[in-house]
Structures are given as structure tokens and as C-alpha cells.
């Protein structure tokens, strides 16, 4: 068996963080998003993996390298034209073959792992599983219609969903898949959906088993679930203490975990947590209180005096100064630069 990895999205919905580095990168409790599908497929036996990137996507390669870190050897395959899930699956065909394979989505976390869909493939004899999850909004979602334990439908975004259980992200295929996306027409928003293939597997009479979980999971698509994301991956990793790398250096602080610290970073005189990632090279001096934020490398917070929450802070940012408020929120791009109270320049 084989897996398949998609990050050749744009990620418009994580701007600017993805302006300047592939959303599959993010790092959520100081991993990126990638390095996290990449182990759920070790976890079930997955070695061979192909991952679908953007040929603009060249920083994906240098850091996942050969694999090899992971104990897997990887396959990159270009997704010129942002044409949909199913799109991206036809062009690894080639890689892909003749194998079952599991496809996930680049920017999508698991908590539970993908032996259920393993499970359901042996058990059913199926010719493919999905990963079903229920939730809220199931308008927001490709929904899935199950009778007497057998799915029977799947639908994109439906306007009257016919069920709460949503397809998030997760497949197990085998070879019929490609003859049913090679039948598929762009839909409205043009792309070839993935659930349209599906839902083709289904009318052609092939048995397409499904796996429900309960587990948390996150497509890590905007700024508000990243941050949800990153809240329950420190919980699991760290439940209420708090992680420091290497030569860092942390004086007269308070912390709250679970807070998690990088490498060669200098913390003095602040507040930390609860949920707060830091990534390596931050430096933080004299701030009251941080809580429910990430902090990408090397960035800078300085003399911040009142409480900064629900934040992300890019690459190399820095914020600075007194506030009269209570508290803010900053969503801060790489390299970018905030001081408070404003200084007034002097006029030429």
C-alpha cells in the first residue's frame, strides 16, 4: 500500500502566513502540518509516499527531504493548476499504479489514527474507505449518506445535507478510482471533486466502506483553526506542563502549560500560557501576559503591557510599547513591525 499527500493548495484563507511558506508547513505545537501526515502513514506501514506540490511550493522539498528522517522514501509529483482533489489524484497515477493507497490532505490533523481505515478496507473487502467525522455545520462539508450501515451517497456542500457526518480528509483507494475520475466533468467552482468520484465508485456498483471517528481533527485552513489546532496538540503532548529546547534561556517567568519553547530562545520577565507555542529563536522580555498564540521563529516581543491573545506572530516580527487596553489581538506577518504608542516622526 501506498500513500498519497496533497499540498498543492493555494492556502488564501491563511494569508499572510502562506504568502511567504506553503500552509503545509505551518507549524501547529512547533511541527508542521506535513511532518504529522507523513507519520500517520508510517504509523499504519505506509513507506512509499508521494507528495502533490505546486512547482512555486520550493521549500516543501529541502524539507522533507528523501524521507528518510521519517523512515519512508517520498515521491514529489507537480499539480501545475489548482483543478481539485481528484485532479491531484490522476497525476500520481503514475506513481501510484496498480496499489491501494491512502490519500490525505496536506493541511489536514488527525487525532486518531488511520488503522480504522485499514481495518474497514480488510474487513469489507472494499474498493475504497472514507473517514467520516460529525459535525456542525455539515453544510460547510462533503457529506456523506449512510443506510442499514452502508454508504450511499456523497455530496459536496450541500444546501440540505441529508446527514451530519462529514468526509474530512482521510481515503483509502484501490485501482477503479482512476476510471471514475477520468468521468468526471469540472463542478461549479472548477474543480474535480474528489466526493464526485466517490459518488461515481458507489453508482457503478463498487463498495465503498466507510470509518467513523471521534477524535479531534483540523484542516488547519484559517488562522482561528490553526490556533485550535495548535490548543489541542499541546494538550496531548504536553496535557498542563511546559517543553524548553536547548540553549534556551528563561528567567523570572511564569508559565502555564502547556506552553511549548524552541531552541535558542531568550524569555525574560513574561507571562507564557496556557497553550502557547514558541518557536526557535524568539526573543520575549517584559511581557505581562501571552496566552493562546504562536510565535514563529525568531520574532520579537518586547515591553508588551497588556495581555496578547488568540495572536500569531510571523517570521522575524516584532511588536513593541504601552497600551491603556486591557488586551489585543495581532495577527503579524514575516518581517513586519508594530510599535505602541506609535512614534511621530519629525518632519524633513
Not at 506513481?95 to 489536514?108: K, R, S, T, V
Not at 488511520?114 to 469489507?124: D, N, T, Y
Not at 513586519?336 to 504608542?341: A, K, Q, T
Request: proline residues 5%.
Amino acid at each position: 500500500m501506498k500513500g498519497l499527500i496533497l499540498c498543492a493548495g493555494r492556502g488564501t484563507r491563511l494569508h499572510p502566513f502562506s504568502y511567504s511558506q506553503p500552509k503545509t508547513l505551518l507549524p501547529v505545537a512547533n511541527h508542521p502540518v506535513l511532518h504529522y501526515c507523513i507519520r500517520k502513514l508510517r504509523e499504519v506501514g505506509v513507506h512509499d509516499i508521494g507528495i502533490v506540490i505546486h512547482p512555486s511550493q520550493v521549500q516543501i522539498p529541502p524539507l522533507v527531504g528523501d524521507g528518510s528522517q521519517f523512515g519512508a522514501a517520498i515521491t514529489f509529483i507537480e499539480q501545475e493548476e489548482p483543478l481539485g482533489i481528484a485532479h491531484a489524484v490522476q497525476l500520481a497515477q503514475p506513481f501510484l499504479q496498480d496499489e491501494p493507497f491512502i490519500l490525505l490532505l496536506g493541511d489536514n490533523l488527525l487525532m486518531d489514527s488511520l488503522h480504522g481505515l485499514k481495518r474497514a478496507f480488510s474487513k469489507e473487502n472494499s474498493d475504497g474507505v472514507v473517514m467520516l467525522s460529525e459535525v456542525e455545520r455539515p453544510q460547510d462539508y462533503g457529506i456523506a449518506e449512510v443506510q442499514e450501515g452502508r454508504l450511499v451517497s456523497v455530496e459536496e456542500k450541500p444546501r440540505q445535507p441529508k446527514s451530519n457526518l462529514a468526509v474530512i480528509g482521510a481515503y483509502l483507494f484501490t485501482k477503479p478510482i482512476f476510471e471514475s475520475i477520468a468521468t468526471l466533468q469540472p463542478s461549479s467552482r472548477g474543480e474535480y471533486e474528489i466526493t464526485d468520484a466517490i459518488q461515481s465508485l458507489i453508482n457503478r456498483g463498487f463498495h465503498v466502506a466507510h470509518a467513523v471517528t471521534s477524535g479531534k481533527y483540523s484542516d488547519v485552513g484559517t488562522i482561528d483553526r490553526w490556533l485550535e489546532a495548535n490548543r489541542w496538540m499541546l494538550t496531548r503532548d504536553l496535557g498542563v506542563t511546559h517543553q524548553v529546547g536547548d540553549e534556551t534561556s528563561v528567567v523570572n517567568c511564569d508559565i502555564v502549560g502547556p506552553v511549548l519553547i524552541g531552541k535558542g530562545c531568550k524569555i525574560e520577565n513574561c507571562r507564557l500560557g496556557p497553550y502557547v507555542s514558541i518557536q526557535d529563536g524568539v526573543h520575549l522580555k517584559n511581557c505581562t501576559h501571552i496566552e493562546n498564540s504562536i510565535l514563529l521563529e525568531n520574532s520579537l516581543l518586547q515591553d508588551v503591557t497588556w495581555k496578547v491573545t488568540d495572536s500569531v506572530f510571523g517570521r522575524s516580527s516584532h511588536l513593541e510599547g504601552h497600551s491603556t487596553d486591557n488586551s489585543g489581538v495581532f495577527i503579524l506577518s514575516d518581517k513586519s513591525s508594530i510599535r505602541i504608542p506609535a512614534v511621530k516622526r519629525e518632519e524633513p
